[in-house]
């Protein structure tokens, strides 16, 4: 059912080069789609650390938890959704893809 929660999303459109089921410690639970030579565990836990401390910011000044960071770079975007406290969505989109599409994908 995962699984084909995940190929629905990665074919969803031609931009997104892999969607990741991650538990928040980085290690990846399930996948679909191929990034290539991208460093899918070291920024999984990278992006889980930052939704961790956003969270801990935000509590501070009674902000909700943070459900979704994206980041744009020079060549990928990548969204991380959280989908619980243990585990997280994240996409990689290749340049050119529709950011927008995978954040719908991700959140369906």
């Given at each position: ?23 928040m410690d980085g290690m990846e639970v399930a ?24 969270e801990v910011a935000g509590r501070d000044v ?47």
């Amino acid at each position: 059912m995962i699984n084909d929660a995940l190929r629905q999303a990665a074919a969803a459109d031609d931009g997104i080069d892999g969607v990741f089921l991650v538990a928040m410690d980085g290690m990846e639970v399930a996948r679909s789609g191929d990034p290539g030579d991208f460093p899918l565990e070291f920024m999984a836990a990278s992006y889980a650390d930052i939704m961790r401390k956003l969270e801990v910011a935000g509590r501070d000044v009674d902000f909700e938890k943070p459900a979704e960071l994206v980041v744009t770079t020079a060549g990928r975007k990548l969204v991380f959704r959280t989908v619980t406290e243990e585990y997280g969505l994240l996409a990689v989109v290749a340049p050119g893809g529709i950011t927008g599409r995978a954040r719908y994908e991700l959140g369906k």
